[in-house]
């Protein structure tokens, strides 16, 4: 406890090794990382274990004679590494699923950059309803799975440079990408180290976070980190979401093998999933709704057949999806009766179309 706040403390971590990544060296050690999408704790990983007497490994692409590169783009100092290791191609991946992307790094050619429209899907319901939350000029984090299609939305829907998309791995502004890209944006505006990004989110910096929904219960909290025996981890997600301004849970009402789909301006269930995601108690807490509440934070919970907000001791259900019945397809799916907004109304039918939604934001 200091100064009458709880804080959690974290002991030192005890390092021998890192084992580390730029694009250039010179020969007395000095990193530049030129062609990297991300920068991330690297020279504080590099200074720690220094400090303590271990060893710093630093793998890049070349090497290059001392004195040749520009101080200013050194982001691990030759004082903190050992030794070297040369590697290409496949070896030296950008990403996990690409070897080099320049427009992660802001140097591929942004007027031929293709717009890719993706299918009409569940995925895709639930993304589009969330981007309609989207604010202009607002600092938005995405996180992983079907928040990252709130950025595909966002593109097709050509809004993507009214607000300032932020990953939390240090890239901000462009496109965030998706899949075993994810943490790199395409055409950011500036990359930071990740320690410096969380130090913004913990500060309270982010307007709007969208995230993923594993499981929420009947006071709000949501599970994210374990389940059963499997330990999935929280990741940032508590700094994340305890931090940002508004909060946007958005995930599939159900898990499991499921058939569902859009036709003629409606969600069609042909097959339900089996696993209940709205239960009584959530197994773990990874996010506080009570602290929520004493925080006056704004929070939604967004799948492909209703919405819901965070209310005084529940959830609120406030939005459905036409072609849903209220009873069937929602309530008798929950482990708890939320409460019923005597506003609820049907979620807007732009969503449920292939075309754009020509999405304006406000």
């Known amino acids: 406890n200091i100064n009458d706040v709880e804080n959690l403390l974290y002991k030192k971590l005890d390092a021998n090794i890192a084992i580390l990544r730029g694009t250039t060296a010179d020969t007395h050690g000095n990193i530049t990382m030129e062609d990297e ?14 400090n303590q007497g271990g060893k710093v490994i ?9 004195g040749s590169l520009d101080p200013l783009q050194v982001k691990i100092p030759g004082i903190f590494v050992d030794a070297l290791v040369v590697a290409d191609g496949e070896a030296h991946m950008q990403t996990f699923a690409e070897a080099m ?15 890719k429209i993706r299918p009409l899907d569940v ?37 993507t440079q009214e607000l300032i998309a932020t990953v939390e791995p240090g890239a901000i502004g462009g496109s965030p990408a998706g899949g075993l890209s994810f943490g790199a944006s395409a055409f950011p505006e500036a990359i930071i180290t990740q320690d410096q990004m969380f130090d913004f989110y913990d500060g309270g910096g982010l307007d709007q976070a969208f ?30 979401t305890q931090n940002a ?13 499921s058939d569902i789909i859009v036709e ?3 969600l069609i269930i042909r097959r339900d999933g089996q696993i209940k995601k709205f239960i009584k108690h959530v197994q773990q807490i990874t996010f506080s709704s009570d602290t929520a509440r004493k925080n006056h934070k704004p929070v939604l919970y967004i799948t492909e057949r209703a919405v819901f907000r965070l209310a005084a001791e529940t959830i609120e259900l406030i939005e459905i999806a036409p072609g849903i019945d209220l009873q069937h397809d929602i309530l008798d799916k929950m482990e708890f009766r939320p ?3 005597p506003a609820l109304k049907e979620m807007d039918k732009r969503i449920f179309s292939e075309a754009l939604m020509s999405l304006s934001l406000k």
């Open 58 to 66: 630093v793998q890049v692409k070349r090497i290059v004679p001392k």
């Open 245 to 257: 301004k508004h909060v946007f849970f958005c995930g599939s009402f159900t898990a499991g093998d």
């Open 123 to 159: 995925k895709k319901v639930i993304a589009r309803r969330a981007a309609m939350e989207l604010k202009k000029n607002a600092i938005v984090n995405y996180g992983i799975g079907i928040p990252e299609i709130i950025a595909q939305v966002a593109d097709e829907e050509n809004v």
């Open 264 to 266: 003629e301006g409606k």
């Open 37 to 50: 999408c991300l920068i991330l704790e690297n020279l504080a990983a590099a200074q720690l274990v220094h």
């Open 339 to 341: 409460t019923i907004s």
């Open 211 to 240: 995230l993923g929904l594993a499981e929420t219960d009947a006071k709000g909290d949501l599970n994210v980190s374990k389940f059963g025996v499997k330990i999935a981890g929280c990741g940032g997600f508590i700094n994340i």
């Open 101 to 115: 992307n320049e427009n992660y790094v802001g140097r591929g050619e942004k007027g031929i950059r293709e717009r």
